[in-house]
Nanobody, 128 residues
Framework: QLQVVESGGGLVQPGGSLRLSCAAS????????IGWFRQAPGKEREGVSC????????YYADSVKGRFTIARDDAKNTVYLRMNSLKPEDTSIYYC?????????????????????WGQGTQVTVSA
């Protein structure tokens, strides 16, 4: 069974850090691009970051550039999203998603509609 499972969310003060994990099972990352998305209540889903199946293409939304870092650990079949300098406006449910690509592709989808496998989400709350 193909699935992705997020973890690592929580409550953090402004300026703090969190690391989210997206553990993949039933498939290997060298055939899938992984994206991180977030959605706050009453707001549209926003693409935060993605990493291609080759690992060579990475995208960040302008709102997180310079603060968030995406990385892969192929041995653990897991993608991480390191979030530093967190702001209250980063408060959201964060989702990871997977998109099948060719082997070791440089394609890094940034639209949620391009992904076909989603996790259940993990809540991130940034508040004093």
């Amino acid at each position: 069974q193909l699935q992705v499972v997020e973890s690592g969310g929580g409550l953090v003060q402004p300026g703090g850090s969190l690391r989210l994990s997206c553990a993949a099972s039933g498939f290997t990352l060298d055939y899938y691009a992984i994206g991180w998305f977030r959605q706050a209540p009453g707001k549209e889903r926003e693409g935060v970051s993605c990493i291609s199946s080759s690992g060579g293409t990475i995208y960040y939304a302008d709102s997180v550039k310079g603060r968030f870092t995406i990385a892969r650990d192929d041995a653990k079949n897991t993608v991480y999203l390191r979030m530093n300098s967190l702001k209250p406006e980063d408060t959201s449910i964060y989702y990871c998603a997977a998109r099948r690509t060719s082997y070791s592709s440089g394609h890094c989808p940034i639209k949620g509609t391009e992904y076909d496998l989603w996790g259940q989400g993990t809540q991130v709350t940034v508040s004093a």
